[in-house]
């Protein structure tokens, strides 16, 4: 079965303090 | 416009790979970024040819590759502009 495509992306980002 | 060969993962970016999607640890710049799974896979495989990649995620995924291509392109130039990839040495 093929997997649903996704458009690859960053899908979080975060600064650590 | 990125090209094949030219850049690679940044070693100053600590990743690895959880559940399929790739946490990226930028040390200098204090930031974590996740990465879908297409964009782990492209991650991932940084240092392969890009149409190899594109064949391969147009057959998995059943999209068409000119689609594939765009948004690899895309995504890698996103990366390059976060520092997450660099220029590899010459």
Do not use: C
Not at chain 2, 34 to 39: A, K, Q, S
Not at chain 2, 42 to 53: F, T
């Amino acid at each position: 079965m093929q997997r649903a495509y996704e458009k690859p992306a960053v899908i979080y980002k975060e600064k650590i303090e | 416009m990125y090209e094949d060969g030219r850049y690679k993962r940044n070693p100053d970016v600590s990743w690895r790979v959880i559940e399929g999607q790739a946490v990226l640890v930028h040390n200098r710049e204090g930031e974590i970024e996740v990465l879908n799974e297409v964009g782990t896979y492209l991650w991932e495989h940084a240092d392969e040819p890009l149409e190899q990649l594109v064949g391969n995620i147009s057959r998995d995924y059943g999209v068409a590759p000119e689609e594939a291509r765009r948004d690899a392109l895309e995504f890698y130039e996103s990366m390059v502009a976060s520092g997450a990839l660099v220029a590899a040495e010459t």
